[in-house]
């Protein structure tokens, strides 16, 4: 049998996705089991030893190339699996699987999908979180299962660090703070990090930066406390793998609504997820060991469960499912440049002696 799971958004939902992967593989173990990515989020997958191909595309590409993909891979599975609504993932299921499931939004701009699915679920986009929407879409496919995102045992308890990290002399006392996410409007200030930052060394804990500035800022991101002993400053140079084994080692992980939160939850380590007007409900950071098939999450308000504190900032508007408070990825979110540092400190210190 030849199944493909079909998932081509960002990072984040990638690496969700491998939790449906994980339960794919164990219900059906023989099976060549591949993954359709956009090109550029192959790494949300980890290199998962669930997954026997990774197939990529352009996220923008022509007609020409399109036809090419599809005539090299028409109908060639048994079964395509789309984890998404969109127009473009159900079509490359009709045109790549026999058998085709997915996922669609009740709108009669919709209904043609219907016909091209064999088995569908109704897109939930407000009610029940992603990874549970997933599992449901495949849920005819599997005996009993869990969800979890997976984390491949290769980067779980290895001691294979940098030499620049085996060096460092905090490497048993620190947390990571990842300081971007993709977009402008998830983003906590710099200066409040910095504040937090402060808090930390002043307590003498050791704190990993890590994140991608963009070209203008790579620079000044570099010399962020560079001359700081205690601060390990990998902003714009650390790789997903490395990154993945630091914070699995850290005491404790902060970050907010982005893949790498949603990693360092799985890993288990205690994670801070800063939020703002995304939804906790959808997009939380599933908990380590967290057995439910429910969302684990309410819609707004500070919560925590299992490894996972979740920190949403604060006002009648949070969360306002939007794309900040001017409706585009590139601005910014009050409900996160007026949340201070002081709440996320405390959940810090709280997992260290």
């Known amino acids: 049998m030849k199944i493909l799971v079909i998932c081509t958004r960002r990072v984040g939902d990638v690496f969700l996705a491998t939790s449906a992967i994980h339960a794919l593989r164990i219900r059906y173990p023989s099976a060549q089991l591949d993954a359709l990515v956009f090109r550029g989020t192959e790494s949300g997958l980890l290199s998962s030893p669930d997954v026997d191909n990774v197939i ?13 993909f599809i005539c090299q891979h028409y109908r060639r599975y048994d079964i395509a699996i789309s984890l998404l609504p969109g127009d473009r993932p159900t079509l490359y299921s009709w045109f790549l699987g026999k058998r085709r499931y997915g996922t669609i939004v009740s709108r009669k701009q919709s209904e043609w999908k219907r016909y091209l699915l064999h088995s569908r679920v109704e897109f939930d986009g407000l009610g029940r979180h992603t990874l549970v929407m997933y599992h449901d879409i495949v849920a005819t496919l599997l005996g009993k299962h869990k969800i979890a995102p997976q984390i491949p045992e290769h980067l779980m308890g290895c001691s294979s660090y940098t030499e620049e990290f085996n060096q460092w002399r905090f490497k048993n006392r620190y947390v990571v703070m990842h300081l971007t996410p993709k977009f402008r409007y998830k983003e906590w200030p710099i200066p409040r990090w910095k ?16 994140g991608l500035f963009d070209e203008p800022h790579a620079e000044l991101s570099s010399q962020l406390y560079a001359n700081d002993e205690r601060v390990l400053n990998l902003l714009n140079r650390a790789k997903i793998d490395e990154l993945i084994r630091l914070i699995y080692s850290a005491d404790c992980y902060v970050g907010t609504d982005t893949a790498v939160t949603h990693m360092a939850a799985a890993t288990g380590t205690p994670t801070i997820a800063i939020f703002g007007p995304s939804s906790p409900l959808v997009w939380g950071p599933w908990p380590a060991g967290y057995t439910c098939e429910v969302t684990p999450w309410a819609q707004s308000g500070s919560q925590s469960l299992s490894n996972v504190t979740l920190i949403q900032g604060s006002g009648t508007c949070v969360p306002c499912l939007q794309e900040g408070c001017d409706r585009h990825v590139n ?10 540092s002081e709440q996320i400190a405390r959940a810090i210190f709280s997992n260290f002696k």
């Open 56 to 68: 990529s595309i352009a996220e923008r590409t022509s007609l020409a190339t399109h036809l090419k």
């Open 195 to 210: 504040e937090l930052i402060e808090a930390c060394l002043e307590r003498d804990i050791g704190v990993v930066l890590s």
């Open 331 to 340: 601005s910014e979110s009050d409900c996160l440049r007026q949340l201070g």
